[in-house]
Structure formats: structure tokens, C-alpha cells
């Protein structure tokens, strides 16, 4: 991995745990505008964390009832992803 990808990949990560910024914002734009790699792995992370924050929040936390079998599926995801 190119050193800047790996710079990108951590703020991809930490984007979602804190705001980015301005500079951050911009180095991560002008580098997914050249690499392929960092976009798609930008996008991928998002698209989970829309689908697991959406889990989260209606499922788990406010306990709406799913099978067992499925609530500890995606349990187990959710650590894997910690
Ligand atoms: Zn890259």
C-alpha cells in the first residue's frame, strides 16, 4: 500500500468517529479523485456503517424483536467489526 492510501485509509476510519477537518476533508477528496482503491474502500465502509448504525439504533437499542438466531448473527458481526 502506497503510503498515501495508508494515510487516507485512517482518516477514511476515523471520519467516522470524528469530524474531519477542513484539510483532512480535502486531502481524502483529492486523493479518492485519483485512486480507485481508497474510493471504493470509502464507500464500502460507508454503505456498512449505514446498514449496521440502521441495525443498531432500530434493532439492538431499542429492542424490536428479531429471532434469536439473527440477533446473535449480527452480534457477532458487529464485534468482528470493532
Ligand atoms: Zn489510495
Not at 8 to 23: A, G, I, N
Not at 26 to 32: A, R, S, V
Not at 48 to 69: A, T, Y
Amino acid at each position: 500500500m502506497k503510503h498515501a492510501c495508508k494515510r487516507v485509509s485512517q482518516l477514511t476510519s476515523e471520519s467516522f468517529d470524528r469530524k474531519l477537518s477542513l484539510t483532512e476533508t480535502l486531502q481524502l477528496k483529492w486523493h479518492f479523485a485519483m485512486c480507485g482503491l481508497c474510493r471504493n474502500y470509502h464507500q464500502s465502509l460507508k454503505t456498512m456503517s449505514n446498514v449496521f448504525g440502521h441495525i443498531r439504533e432500530h434493532d439492538l437499542k431499542e429492542n424490536i424483536q428479531l429471532p434469536d438466531e439473527a440477533r446473535q448473527h449480527i452480534q457477532s458481526v458487529l464485534e468482528k467489526e470493532k
